[in-house]
């Protein structure tokens, strides 16, 4: 069936108390791809064998493929043999153990939905993550079948001149009519969702690596001609990772090559196939001219994260797709520890928790919650989420906390060894943990099943120079799950003294001192902690590297926040005490109880105390000037107050900016001229200069710097670092420049996306009309998930007082583009979806506005994609 004669029948929900194994298992399988112009042909051959009571075998599939043919042990099957629908192919009473042949043709040039076999920028790519295979070929597409696969790709070699497959190269050859084939074979058994191919035209940029056993592995990226000379930092971070694997849980890898291929159109960021690697072409190509500080971490994450995916992925797969954590949270958490040892690990952890906070806990809070180990779905790829992921790897670093490193690594050991080569759950990863450990986590296994961010509230009380903390912890309803249970926590505190010097008062029960802090075992719904001999005046610095994926609330006051800003050694303690101190009163400004220009004494003694602050790491010191974001202040107030908070916001900014205006130009002046570099110093160096700059946008003089900064600058980091300023300014010069930047950049796409991402987030009142502009600009192209992304995402995401415009523009602007999207594109449909959840915690008129919108939504859409997380939002 055509894509455009799809059915649009509801799926039915699937849950994970029903999960059964497969009646069936594959022993091998075949698969030939012949490539056309138009059309591809795949022919699948699987060596099968009954494993349950069922006579027939129910294979996947899917209405954009046309069946040509079945056969069983070379016998072709007609009439009633089988029967074939949308979404299956059923073959009756079928043999103990056979060989069966499937012939089907696909359209990949029509297949915008980029899942399955696609045609994008000359090449043909795959996508089979999470239920792409059934697209290709009739099959047992779920992640429990695990099977060995050998590919053979053929296809006009002048247009097509590079085969790629899974595994290690096989034969190569010439067949007639000016075509050739490549045979590669995957010796180890995989699920068909890390199936991979790639068939194109492209350069390649080649290195080796050699394993410290000895190993020497091919390393190949291959991108468009244009872009190979941007891979250079791309294939460095594969070098780093794969020796920081073997380094930190010696694992190595075990096949000859590892290729990755940059491709322009893309769902998601990056795919583990095994050995192939397909990436956004996003998190592999950069130079100083091209990408900024953050997409260099960026490329180094993902770069990673993918890698490490080879066993916590790949070699221990996932036993079902409610299992998704177990390997996607694992791998969070490898990527991030990976990427605190590469760069600053104190502000990687910040930007980690930034993320969570702004992305997956209004998750938590909304309609569309639910647990790290979901119970039911309708559309997997809704769930490719932050609390999958983020909370997830949070789940991960929580239980690394408990047990310690050295039992982590052997309880990683464990599972490798119980597992490997099999599907997992995420209780056979916890098991490992427990085993390896002799820590009981039964109650830990909460995080995995239940729903929802945990409040912590800590108050003091004072007996005879000692202190007792009452912990108390609290969690609202989420859908589905009324009634919260208490869950097992670290939090990981320290102490003060009134001069800012640590001290280690010793406590009674309940927690241990480590090398990091005191680390409590919070258990129950309000437990007390008894610290003896506190000095009197000592200040406790709660949460320390935040211990655990919770909201914190406290009894602490100005001052004795401000002694943490000042004096605590802890980076994630101290820059939130930096938040909290800037929080309380923007809150007040925002409700009108405070003028945003009357500034209180304690937040100009510690503001002085930073901007003259020579000691702290510049990147950190960026964190601690900058005032909480607008959503992170939205996420504060009971009711979001979108206009209130952004001009509170503004005024506290602008306040602060003239009155430290000089310190704060004469700090910028001192890191403007620095020299370009990739090191950790010279980014943190970018970071503090432009969080200054930040600032100087609020002072008369602004035009002059920030337009200097942008015309002299040598990298993307500092030009971006204008621009985005310049797109929210009454400059003079503000159309002239973008048109410029737009001129200087228009053909490297990836610059383009920034160009695009800076002025959805402009805050002017003529943003939403602006943003319509451009989604008619030629550069705007709705098939290209970066693109619609960079603008739509970051507008609904990001822009928060103009997405929730008084006229509800914003609203209708998203709620058009999705429904465009549905038809095009479902999975990036269903991704902008969450913005419109969210209409709860707006103030009345707000609410009607959006809801009304969502309502509307609901009958223009066709795909289950889409249409399940609209029906959950209302």
């Given amino acids: 069936m055509d894509a455009s004669t799809a059915a649009t029948v509801p799926k039915q929900e699937i849950k994970l108390a029903d999960y059964k194994p497969s009646a069936f298992k594959i022993d091998g399988v075949h698969l030939t791809f012949k490539l056309y112009p138009e059309l591809a042909e795949v022919t699948a051959t699987s060596r099968m064998r009954r494993a349950g009571d069922a006579n027939d075998l129910v294979l996947d599939g899917g209405p954009y493929m046309r069946l040509v043919s079945v056969a069983i042990d070379s016998e072709t099957l007609v009439g009633s043999a089988y029967t074939l629908s949308d979404d299956s192919l059923v073959l009756h009473d079928v043999p103990d153990a056979f060989s069966l042949t499937i012939v089907t043709e696909l359209k990949p040039k029509e297949n915008t939905r980029l899942e399955g076999l696609y045609y994008s920028g000359r090449n043909f790519c795959t996508q089979c993550e999470a239920e792409g295979f059934r697209h290709i ?60 191919m790639v068939a194109g035209d492209l350069a390649c940029l080649n290195d080796s690596y050699t394993t410290r056993s000895g190993q020497q592995v091919e390393l190949n990226i291959y991108a468009a001609k244009a872009d190979i000379a941007k891979c250079d930092y791309a294939m460095g971070s594969l070098k780093r990772a794969m020796k920081w694997d073997e380094d930190v849980f010696g694992l190595e890898y075990d096949l000859d090559v590892y290729n990755i291929v940059a491709v322009s159109d893309f769902n998601m960021g990056a795919m583990e196939n095994k050995g192939l690697n397909i990436f956004n072409t996003k998190y592999v190509l950069a130079s100083p001219e091209t990408a900024t500080d953050t997409d260099f971490e960026h490329i180094e994450g993902v770069i990673g994260h993918e890698y490490f995916h080879n066993w916590t992925g790949n070699r221990v797969t996932c036993r079902d797709w409610f299992q998704l954590s177990l390997k996607e949270g694992l791998t969070v958490f490898r990527d991030q520890e990976f990427s605190s040892d590469m760069t600053s690990r104190a502000v990687k952890r910040l930007d980690d928790v930034r993320t969570l906070r702004m992305l997956q806990f209004p998750e938590d809070a909304g309609p569309l919650a639910h647990p790290v180990r979901p119970e039911s779905y309708i559309e997997i790829n809704n769930f490719y989420t932050t609390t999958v992921y983020n909370k997830g790897a949070e789940v991960i670093r929580m239980m690394h906390r408990f047990i310690g490193p050295d039992a982590f690594r052997r309880g990683m050991d464990l599972y490798f060894e119980r597992h490997d080569g099999e599907a997992a759950t995420c209780e056979d990863f916890v098991v490992a943990m427990e085993a390896a450990s002799g820590t009981d986590l039964s109650q830990f296994r909460l995080w995995y099943s ?62 241990k001192w480590t090398a990091e802090g005191c680390l409590l075992d919070v258990k129950s719904t309000v437990q007390h902690y008894h610290f003896k001999d506190v000095p009197a005046g000592a200040v406790p610095s709660l949460l320390r590297g935040f211990s655990a994926p919770v909201t914190l609330k406290h009894d602490l006051n100005a001052e004795e926040l401000a002694l943490l800003v000042r004096a605590d050694a802890d980076p994630f303690a101290r820059w939130e005490a930096s938040q909290s101190l800037y929080s309380v009163y923007l809150q007040s400004c925002i409700t009108g109880a405070a003028d945003p220009g009357d500034i209180p004494e304690y937040i100009l003694n510690a503001f002085t105390g930073l901007v003259e602050d020579r000691e702290t790491d510049q990147a950190l010191l960026a964190e601690l000037l900058t005032l909480p974001s607008e959503i992170s202040l939205g996420q504060q107030l009971e009711i979001l107050l979108p206009q209130e908070i952004h001009t509170a916001r503004h005024g506290v900014t602008e306040a602060l900016a003239q009155r430290f205006g000089g310190q704060i130009v004469e700090r910028y002046s001192e890191l403007a001229h620095e020299p370009y570099s990739l090191t950790k110093e010279s980014k943190a160096s970018r970071r503090l200069k432009n969080a200054l700059l930040r600032y100087i946008a609020h002072m008369p003089q602004a035009e002059d710097i920030v337009t200097a900064q942008l015309r002299h600058a040598d990298n993307m980091t500092d030009k971006v670092a204008a621009l985005a300023i310049v797109a929210n300014s009454d400059f003079a010069s503000r159309d002239a420049l973008l048109s410029a930047f737009y001129e200087e950049w228009k053909a490297d796409d990836l610059v383009i996306d920034k160009w695009f991402a800076l002025q959805a987030q402009n805050t002017r009142v003529d943003a939403v009309s602006k943003i319509r502009d451009l989604m008619g600009h030629p550069a705007f192209k709705y098939t290209n998930p970066n693109r619609l992304r960079s603008l739509i995402s970051t507008f609904s995401m990001l822009n928060q007082c103009r997405f929730h415009d008084t006229s509800g523009e914003g609203y209708i602007l998203l709620v058009d583009t999705i429904a465009k999207m549905d038809k095009i594109n479902p999975q990036t449909a269903a991704r902008l979806v969450a913005p419109l959840g969210r209409w709860r915690r707006l103030p009345e008129a707000l609410q009607v506005k959006m809801k009304d919108q969502l309502e509307q939504l609901r009958s223009r859409v066709e795909s289950d994609d889409v249409r399940e997380l609209v029906e959950k939002s209302l």
């Fill in 450 to 511: 239940q729903a929802g961010t945990p409040t912590l509230t800590v108050t003091r009380s004072f007996e005879d120079g000692d202190v007792i903390l009452a912990v108390e912890q609290a969690c609202a309803a989420t859908p589905g799950q009324p009634i919260k249970h208490p869950m097992h926590m670290p939090l990981l505190i320290g102490w003060l003294d009134k001069s800012g010097v640590e001290v280690k008062p010793s406590v009674v029960s309940g927690g």
């Fill in 137 to 196: 070929t009739y099959f047992l597409d779920r992640p429990d079948v695990l099977t060995t696969y050998d590919v053979r790709i053929e296809a006009d070699k002048t247009q097509f001149p590079l085969l790629l497959a899974n595994g290690n190269p096989g034969t190569v050859g010439a067949l007639d009519e000016g075509r050739h084939y490549a045979e590669w074979h995957d010796p180890h058994p995989k699920p068909c969702y890390l199936f991979a």
